[in-house]
């Protein structure tokens, strides 16, 4: 079974900053995309930011001058984290975009005042 491997996450306090990465165990081919949405309690899953293998990003509106996405020359994916708020609590999803979509896990992100 094809793993998408999330590692990063935990607890900050508001204005501090996280940094998530994504990988696939090697068995995904073909990958488009990758990038991450997150669910808070009692929300819709929302992307949070993804970026093409062209180099091409996205973020939502509620992150863009804080979040930064990058993807090395090996697939693998951050996700920079900075001046986190109360808001960006939840649980996030790495998701990979090739043939199909596939999805981690999910890492938890707590952001406290």
């Known amino acids: 079974q094809v793993q998408v491997v999330e590692s990063g996450g935990g607890s900050v306090q508001t204005g501090g900053s996280l940094t998530l990465s994504c990988k696939n165990d090697?068995?995904?081919?073909?990958?488009?995309?990758m990038g991450w949405y997150r669910q808070a309690p009692g929300k819709q899953r929302e992307l949070v930011a993804e970026i093409s293998t062209k180099g091409t990003t996205n973020y939502a509106d509620s992150v863009r001058g804080r979040f930064t996405i990058v993807m090395n020359a090996r697939n693998k994916v951050y996700l920079e984290m900075n001046n986190l708020k109360s808001e960006d609590t939840g649980v996030y999803y790495c998701?990979?975009?090739?043939?199909?979509?596939?999805w981690g896990q999910g890492t938890q992100v707590t952001v406290s005042s």
């Open positions: 090697g068995r995904i081919y073909g990958t488009k995309s």
């Open positions: 998701h990979i975009e090739s043939d199909r979509t596939y």
